[in-house]
């Protein structure tokens, strides 16, 4: 396992096809949530587009999956039409998806989130690559 293949206790699996080189990692906090990130994206006519985004959120008010989406709406500021949220099971705990997104708490106070351009990644790909990602020293499914 490499080092660049660890966030913030979190093993990232395999990369979807087709994802620009450039990689970022941040750390930030939000509304009493720490959050790390790595952020994948490729150089464009324009400037730059982001492929794929990964964060890692800790925070007392993630303690159940509504809470984590309750603090993922306040954050995007932008609502989750329950129309178009499907239940996400992930081998490490509850999740939620989207076309584009796909979210799950990995423990009480800890939770994964996933965003990818569906330009670039479709939502079989993106639900293969966010099940890849696992709390280090757990083999992923």
Same mark, same amino acid.
């Given at each position: 396992?490499?080092?660049?293949? $660890? $966030?913030?206790?979190?093993?990232? %699996?395999?990369?979807?096809?087709? $994802? +620009? ?73 509850? +999740?939620?998806?989207?076309? #584009?997104? #796909? ?7 800890? %939770? ?12 079989? %790909? ?16």
């Amino acid at each position: 396992m490499s080092e660049s293949a $660890l $966030l913030d206790g979190f093993h990232i %699996g395999h990369l979807p096809e087709g $994802l +620009g080189d450039l990689v970022s990692d941040f750390a930030s906090e939000w509304g009493d949530v720490q959050i790390t990130s790595r952020v994948w994206e490729r150089q464009t006519a324009d400037g730059h587009r982001v492929d794929l985004r990964v964060h890692v959120l800790r925070g007392q008010r993630l303690a159940d999956l509504d809470g984590l989406r309750d603090f993922l709406v306040d954050y995007h500021e932008r609502e989750y039409d329950d129309s178009q949220v499907t239940e996400f099971p992930h081998p490490e705990g509850p +999740g939620l998806a989207t076309d #584009v997104q #796909v979210f799950w708490l990995a423990e009480p106070g800890v %939770g994964v989130t996933v965003l990818v351009d569906p330009e670039r990644v479709d939502q079989a %790909g993106l639900f293969a690559f966010a099940r890849g990602i696992v709390r280090q020293g757990q083999p992923a499914d």
